[in-house]
């Protein structure tokens, strides 16, 4: 994502007006200005939630970045959110990336469900409308049936229909989970930093109310598809608890977002195929 350099306003309200924005590759388009990172938001809500959370959140052996509040005390200024500078970038250490999804979701276990997290996805979509229906196909008795009644269009192009065609057959190797929802980040792989040997860094949260071991899915099931992870991370992390059904449940979830996501690339798709094959055998 790239995106305008703050806007002069934003940046005064922020109390950064004296200081040169300096764009960064691994902020989801923010800009650094000295020792706080400026990055445009998508969403108001989620944003000001994560700020909020992060603002007190503690997690052993990992560096948050803390949110920087404007001189008026909000978390978000005209679509941007300010952040405490952590230096790192992200890197394929994918089983150090589900570590810390074990000991972050350990923090946020005691946390409450945000209102947003309940509202179905509206018309006119926004990505994050994308992503919530995705997490609700992979859940859902029917998968995509609350799309479909809705009227909402589904994929199109031959690698979406494979795709939706993937989540029907996975969907009939579901079984009954019995492992408590809680307050999750579902995309670690973006926001988790590391520098050399230094204490790997979190610069977000992005909610979801699912079950830890799902989130750890998630992780693999990225690592796998697209990250070079190695065959191996299915086997490291099996005594997770209901660790098959979660990598499953997973799995859907980001073939749906593939099939609903309209900037989804043809080239994305085969890694998500290989890795349906290898999440069948361990079922």
Same mark, same amino acid.
């Given at each position: 994502?790239? %995106?305008?350099?703050?806007?002069? $306003?934003?940046?005064?309200? @922020?109390?950064?007006?004296?200081?040169?924005?300096?764009?960064?590759?691994?902020?989801?388009?923010?800009?650094? &200005?000295?020792?706080?990172? &400026?990055?445009?938001?998508?969403? $108001?809500?989620?944003?000001?939630?994560?700020?909020?959370?992060?603002?007190?959140? !503690?997690?052993?052996?990992?560096?948050?970045?803390?949110?920087?509040?404007?001189?008026?005390?909000?978390?978000?200024? %005209?679509?941007?959110?300010?952040?405490?500078?952590?230096?790192?970038?992200?890197?394929?250490?994918?089983?150090?990336?589900?570590?810390?999804?074990?000991?972050?979701?350990?923090?946020?276990?005691?946390?409450?469900?945000? *209102? @947003?997290?309940?509202?179905?996805?509206?018309?006119?979509?926004?990505?994050?409308?994308?992503?919530?229906?995705?997490?609700?196909?992979?859940?859902?008795?029917?998968?995509?049936?609350?799309?479909?009644?809705?009227?909402?269009?589904?994929?199109?192009?031959?690698?979406?229909?494979?795709?939706?065609?993937?989540?029907?057959?996975?969907?009939?190797?579901?079984?009954?989970? *019995?492992?408590?929802?809680?307050?999750?980040?579902?995309?670690?792989?973006?926001?988790?930093?590391?520098?050399?040997?230094?204490?790997?860094?979190?610069?977000?949260?992005?909610?979801?109310?699912?079950?830890?071991?799902?989130?750890?899915?998630?992780?693999?099931?990225? !690592?796998?598809?697209?990250?070079?992870?190695?065959?191996?991370?299915?086997?490291?992390?099996?005594?997770?608890?209901?660790?098959?059904?979660?990598?499953?449940?997973?799995?859907?979830?980001?073939?749906?977002?593939?099939?609903?996501?309209?900037?989804?690339?043809?080239?994305? @798709?085969?890694?998500?195929?290989?890795?349906?094959?290898?999440?069948?055998?361990?079922?």
């Amino acid at each position: 994502m790239t %995106s305008v350099e703050p806007p002069e $306003h934003v940046r005064a309200t @922020f109390g950064l007006r004296e200081v040169a924005p300096v764009s960064l590759n691994d902020w989801d388009g923010g800009w650094r &200005l000295g020792d706080v990172v &400026l990055s445009p938001v998508a969403d $108001h809500a989620r944003a000001a939630w994560s700020a909020k959370v992060r603002e007190h959140l !503690a997690v052993d052996g990992l560096r948050i970045a803390h949110p920087v509040r404007a001189t008026d005390g909000r978390y978000v200024v %005209s679509g941007w959110r300010a952040d405490t500078f952590v230096d790192g970038a992200p890197e394929p250490r994918h089983d150090e990336v589900v570590s810390v999804s074990l000991r972050l979701h350990k923090a946020t276990a005691e946390l409450e469900r945000p *209102r @947003f997290l309940v509202q179905p996805p509206v018309a006119p979509w926004v990505d994050v409308d994308v992503f919530v229906a995705a997490d609700r196909a992979a859940w859902e008795t029917v998968p995509l049936r609350s799309l479909r009644a809705g009227g909402v269009p589904l994929a199109t192009t031959p690698d979406g229909q494979r795709s939706l065609e993937l989540i029907g057959q996975l969907s009939t190797l579901r079984k009954p989970v *019995r492992s408590p929802d809680q307050l999750v980040h579902g995309d670690l792989f973006g926001t988790v930093l590391f520098s050399g040997a230094h204490t790997p860094a979190l610069t977000d949260i992005t909610p979801y109310w699912r079950p830890a071991t799902w989130a750890a899915g998630v992780v693999v099931v990225d !690592a796998l598809a697209w990250g070079g992870g190695d065959d191996g991370l299915l086997e490291r992390w099996s005594t997770l608890p209901e660790w098959p059904q979660m990598l499953l449940r997973a799995l859907m979830f980001r073939l749906a977002v593939h099939a609903l996501h309209p900037r989804s690339t043809p080239e994305a @798709f085969p890694g998500l195929a290989r890795t349906a094959d290898m999440v069948r055998l361990v079922l």
